[in-house]
């Protein structure tokens, strides 16, 4: 489950990226209902690099059978910020476009979804850990 998830949430963060490469403009608009400045436009291409590499730095690989600690974290860590700043836009200014609210939404539910299934697999790894331990002691 936290590997599709890991996976999903990547894609969600290149194609935004991307997105925020190629037309930093349309962004812009439908997420905060604006037409950016020449330099609204360089700094979301800037955004949109760093969405694209964070993307490709936590698409999960073969190898290790789940997603390993930094790769969740750094997803759940920038899942739970954007939520709260784009909550914050949305409430605290007049800053709301088209997909802002939706955009909300799937990154709080991307949020909790992180947070439960790395819970679970912590779970998993202690039992398969409990069960090795008690294996070795007898």
Known sequence: MLRKLIGL??????VTGLALI???AMVARLLLGIVPSAAGTALGRVA?????SLGLACWPQREPAWPTGPTV???????VLITVYLTWLGVG????????WPAVGIHAI?????????FQEQRIQKRIVSRAQRSYDD
Request: negative net charge; charged residues 10%.
């Open 73 to 79: 974290l750094a997803m759940f860590i920038y899942n």
């Open 93 to 100: 200014t007049e800053l709301t476009g088209s997909v802002l």
């Open 9 to 14: 949430t990547a894609l969600v963060e290149a």
């Open 48 to 52: 949109g690099l760093a969405l694209l």
């Open 110 to 118: 991307l949020t909790f979804l992180l947070a439960w299934a790395w």
């Open 22 to 24: 190629v037309d930093p």
